[in-house]
């Protein structure tokens, strides 16, 4: 039985720690996109969904 | 190069691309594209894939380890069968296959778009990290059974040798070029590991091996698998295949965020050159930007 614990537990922290890797990733890139666009950029973005125009912080 | 329109309806689940993306944020006269800000369907969609991949996930290991019977033949090694083949199948066909086929759209001329460089690259790292999730998890399933962590048999030589590949076509993209010349070049390698899919399916029908041979998709169609046993290895394949779409979105989702940075790096320099006050950006201001 430990070979079955082993192998499902190998499995699990691979994924578990990508999956934590890739959203941390993500982050790290939206913040530095909203950073690097933010000066150059005025500060108004538009709701696709709502159709809507809205402020948004710097 | 940029994105085509072609290739929006594809890219609506994984929100598009910087070029296809509706204008988020209004740019001034710098050059710089909208930034690629992610829609709110798309994050919901995204969001509701992670959610049934997590419940599918724990409900494959708690089925696979405390509720399925054990084996005639393996024992409790059989629960090792609910989880290995799965995250086999999403490395070899699902990813690596849905990374040739996008390389080769990418090499078509009239499908030619960046969105298809992206979700190769996207695949092929998820991909890279479940066929590391078999080769590991078949060796722990292999000692018990054949009395050895690893053999040299077809099937397993020939998945070792595909994430070689992949390991390649990783490393090539980090080799700084265009994005259309890495885009390009990475397909051809792509197209090129991808020959090794089908010898790796065929390994233990060509060639005498260790590996059994297909539980499911075997030759003649006859699921060797019955009761629970069989509903909880199809929901192990279900609940990997939705943990591998939900990786597959977030690491698109990165490449979308890097090219955009990538793509507006020296724009954002001139742009911040023009705010200091530091003169007219004429040819000389752009070389000095570019040198440092």
């Known amino acids: ?58 | 190069m940029t994105d085509n329109s072609t290739t929006t309806t594809v890219a609506e689940a994984f929100g598009p691309g910087p070029a296809a993306h509706p204008p988020t944020t209004v740019a001034t006269n710098t050059g710089v594209t909208p930034s690629p800000v992610q829609s709110p369907r798309s994050r919901m969609v995204e969001r509701t894939i992670g959610i049934l991949a997590l419940v599918g996930t724990i409900a494959t290991v708690w089925l696979g380890i405390w509720v399925t019977p054990p084996d005639k033949v393996q024992g409790d090694l059989v629960r090792l069968v609910y989880i290995h083949p799965g995250v086999a199948w999403v490395a070899l066909y699902l990813a690596f296959g849905l990374a040739a086929v996008s390389s080769l759209l990418y090499l078509w001329p009239r499908t030619r778009s960046l969105f298809w460089d992206r979700l190769a690259a996207a695949a092929v790292e998820v991909g890279v990290v479940f066929n590391v999730c078999t080769l590991v998890s078949g060796s722990i399933w292999g000692r018990p059974t054949w009395g050895v962590w690893w053999a040299w048999d077809a099937r397993l030589t020939s998945t070792a040798v595909l994430l070689v590949l992949f390991l390649g076509y990783l490393a090539l993209r980090r080799v700084p070029a265009e994005p259309e010349v890495r885009a390009r070049r990475s397909a051809f390698v792509a197209l090129f590991a991808a020959v090794d899919i089908p010898i790796i399916h065929f390994s233990v029908n060509w060639w005498n091996t260790l590996h059994q041979g297909a539980t499911v998709l075997n030759p003649n169609l006859s699921a060797k698998i019955h009761g629970s046993m069989a509903w909880t290895l199809l929901l192990g394949f279900v609940a990997l295949t939705l943990v591998f779409v939900w990786m597959l979105l977030v690491r698109f989702r990165i490449g979308v965020l890097e090219d955009w940075l990538g793509a507006n790096e020296l724009d954002l320099a001139l742009a911040e050159r023009q705010s200091e006050g530091t003169g007219p950006l004429d040819g000389s201001a752009a070389d000095r930007v570019g040198a440092a």
């Open chain 1, 1 to 58: 039985m430990r070979y079955v614990v082993a192998g499902y537990a190998f499995i699990l922290i691979v994924l578990a720690v990508y999956a934590v890797q890739l959203v941390w990733r993500r982050r790290r890139l939206a913040q530095a996109v909203a950073r690097v666009a933010g000066p150059v950029m005025a500060p108004v973005a538009t709701d696709p969904a709502a159709g809507t125009v809205t402020e948004v912080a710097p």
